[in-house]
């Protein structure tokens, strides 16, 4: 049984393997290469699968740490920043779309009632990860036209919560659309707010305990237990898996740890996220399409049409450019994972039919596989309207300079920022340090630096300077080059410790290097000479002359073809 797990796994993680980086370097992103992969290893295609259901269970991990994340990201102070766009533009979108595609599904397509309130709005939700890549790809994320799209995109994050209630609901067979779920839907409130009562004044002094541990692997066995912890909790509660995960986001969204947590967690959202859309992609009937295509594909085009015709007149009423509003409502145009999530939900709990749900795969799927023609298309409306493109009202969130390290070295760097009145974010894996500046209100978060992908996390990807103040030489070099393949752009000022580590720091790709050994070397020459009765002004040269030899000497470990 175990070996049999195992080929299954294997053959998975082969058609993952490749499948997506075609995807990628197509340009079609990697959801829809990770759903192609399901298809072709599913029942549909070569059969080299057959247990699905059971691995869709497995599966389900990936939307828990999914919704997690969401929750950790959807910070109130961010959301506070782009309210007007957020809670206004975002609103309507969901709202306006997701009444016009339940009405349609309803009177068009012989759909329940109670089928047809889930459709709307699961399918007025567009594909958060798919979108912020391609923006990302495109250069436009601080663009009124990318700013935007981020805008609604955060809104249908947060109406993801009220349909995960909405879904078992709507199942319930005795459940009438008015009192009952109102009832219903208060007791799943009066049960959130208990788990997040337990939650706020539980999460963080355990957090605290495990953090002053010093374990990494505790800390990551906690972060995992804690997102699936919720998650159960909430289930035996009889609301769903990943409601209780976006809880459990929400709860550390505001926690000096969150960026730490992020970092453990992101390696298996991405791993098991990638399983789920397998898991979907192994569960869509292909043959559906190839009975219908051209059915299939006035769906597809009747859901674009749709969705772009009620965003594009919206985003106008928000004093959005036309060419800016037509790339939005394009770009947006697609539906994305939170429908695939929504309807395996409703199809385990019987709102969906085997027919029914396999419709909407294909709808979703092929919508999503169009996408990056529509973001071409976008891209051409808003190039050479850079005139037009402002920043909206809210400024960013990220500092300019990123502290790894707030030890003494870090710690003064702090100091001189603050008074200099230069923000900055700083981050320490010593629980006692970060629980002591935050009681000073300095912006220090826990987390080991030495992970890259706490440096996503922290947002260091929109950071000017990071400066790197360890005082270990080998995590120091590791970090340096990590950080140098991923933020190609950003200065890195590194501290070093002798000549032979700054020349070494140099050349591995450090924009400046300090060395400790020599500030203090002469300050201490320099007091022992003035004390002696050297002469001041020949001290001074003395000084400088050999500041600039020891920092050309530095320097020269970058001209090419230099080797020590």
């Given amino acids: 049984m175990i070996s049999a797990y195992l080929v299954d796994i294997i053959i998975l993680l082969m058609a993952a393997v490749i499948a997506v980086p075609f995807f990628e370097a197509a340009r079609l992103g990697a959801v829809p290469g990770f759903l192609i992969a399901g298809v072709i290893v599913g029942p549909s295609g070569l059969g080299l699968i057959n247990n699905v259901s059971e691995i869709g269970n497995l599966a389900e991990i990936g939307v ?55 459709i709307g709005p699961a399918m007025a939700l567009s594909s958060t990860a798919f979108v912020v890549q391609i923006l990302n790809e495109q250069k436009m994320l601080t663009s009124a036209y990318g700013r935007s799209s981020i805008a609604v995109l955060l809104l249908q994050d947060l109406a993801v919560v009220p349909l995960l209630v909405l879904v078992p609901l709507l199942a319930m067979p005795e459940m009438s659309i008015g009192e009952d779920i109102g009832l219903a839907l208060a007791e799943s409130l009066l049960i959130l707010g208990l788990v997040i009562v337990v939650g706020r004044y539980f999460l963080h002094p355990v957090l605290y305990r495990v953090a002053l541990s010093g374990n990494p692997e505790i800390f990551t066995a906690s972060a995992v237990l804690i997102v699936l912890g919720t998650a159960l909790a909430t289930e035996h509660a009889g609301l769903s898996m990943a409601m209780g995960a976006f809880v459990a986001g929400l709860l550390i ?253 140099r050349r591995l790709g450090a924009s400046g290097v300090v060395s400790e050994n020599l500030e203090a070397s002469m300050e201490l020459a320099r007091k022992a000479l003035a004390h002696s009765g050297f002469n001041m002004k ?19 470990a970058r001209r090419p073809g230099n080797r020590e």
């Fill in 538 to 556: 020949e001290l001074r040269h003395i000084l400088r002359n050999f500041r600039q030899g020891y920092t050309v000497q530095i320097e020269e």
């Fill in 253 to 505: 969204s505001d926690s000096f740890y969150r960026h730490q947590v992020l970092a453990e967690i992101q390696p298996f959202r991405g791993l098991f996220l990638g399983l789920f859309f397998m898991s979907m992609g192994m569960s869509l009937n292909l043959g559906l399409f190839l009975e219908s295509p051209l059915g299939s594909l006035a769906m597809v085009a009747l859901l674009l049409a749709l969705k772009a015709a009620v965003l594009f007149p919206v985003a106008l009423l928000f004093g959005l450019t036309t060419k800016i509003a037509l790339a939005v409502a394009v770009l947006l145009a697609q539906s994305g994972e939170f429908a695939l999530v929504l309807f395996s939900l409703a199809y385990r709990t019987d709102l969906l039919t085997e027919e029914l749900f396999q419709q909407l795969l294909l709808v979703v799927l092929l919508s999503m596989i169009a996408t990056p023609a529509l973001a071409r298309f976008a891209l051409r409306l808003v190039k050479g309207q850079e005139s037009e493109v402002t920043e909206c009202e809210e400024s960013p969130l990220e500092a300019p300079i990123v502290l790894a390290g707030y030890g003494r070295v870090g710690h003064r760097i702090g100091e001189i920022l603050l008074q200099a009145g230069k923000s900055f974010v700083a981050l320490d894996y010593d629980a006692n340090i970060v629980e002591q500046e935050r009681g000073k209100g300095h912006p220090v978060f826990y987390g080991d630096v030495r992970q890259p992908e706490l440096f996503r996390s922290a947002c260091a990807r929109n950071a000017e300077i990071i400066i790197v103040t360890l005082n270990d030489p080998k995590a120091t070099e590791d970090l340096l080059l990590s950080l140098r393949k991923l933020y190609p752009g950003v200065h890195i000022f590194v501290r070093g410790k002798n000549l032979a580590d700054c020349r070494k720091l």
């Fill in 64 to 118: 828990v740490l999914l919704l997690f994340v969401i929750g950790i990201e959807l910070k109130p102070s961010r959301l506070w920043l782009m309210r007007r766009l957020v809670f206004g533009l975002g609103t309507l979108q969901v709202l306006l779309t997701g009444v016009l595609l339940a009405a349609v599904a309803y009177m068009y397509f012989d759909i329940s009632l109670r089928t047809a309130i889930l």
